[in-house]
Nanobody
Framework: QVQLVESGGGLVQPGGSLRLSCVAS????????MNWYRQASGEERELVAM???????DYADSVKGRFTISRDNAKNTVYLQMNSLKPEDTAVYYC???????????????WGQGTQVTVSS
């Protein structure tokens, strides 16, 4: 059993900051790639940031220089630090991670339930 739970979303004014967390729980053998996606109302889900187990990162052009993805492998947690937030960042943010359970060490992608981020004055 593997579960991803996001937290840290909320309402923030333009220019403000939020830090999202996603914790993977269960009998986990290992976690490879960890991603953050977002989906605005009426739009398609898009990849925001990615981080490998070794710490290599990639970002969508729209968030480069403003968002930072990081991870704590000992805690099975991935973070998304969001600075200089814009109204266009308003969306549900989802954790998306490639995880192998200990009882069956086969990597599969899992989704979290999402956390709402609203940027508004």
């Amino acid at each position: 059993q593997v579960q991803l739970v996001e937290s840290g979303g909320g309402l923030v004014q333009p220019g403000g900051s939020l830090r999202l967390s996603c914790v993977a729980s269960g009998t986990i053998f290992g976690i490879d790639v960890m991603n953050w996606y977002r989906q605005a109302s009426g739009e398609e889900r898009e990849l925001v940031a990615m981080i490998t187990r070794g710490g290599n990162t990639d970002y969508a052009d729209s968030v480069k220089g403003r968002f930072t993805i990081s991870r704590d492998n000992a805690k099975n947690t991935v973070y998304l630090q969001m600075n200089s937030l814009k109204p266009e960042d308003t969306a549900v943010y989802y954790c998306h991670c490639n995880i192998a359970a200990t009882i069956a060490p086969r990597y599969e992608y899992y989704w979290g339930q999402g956390t709402q981020v609203t940027v508004s004055s």
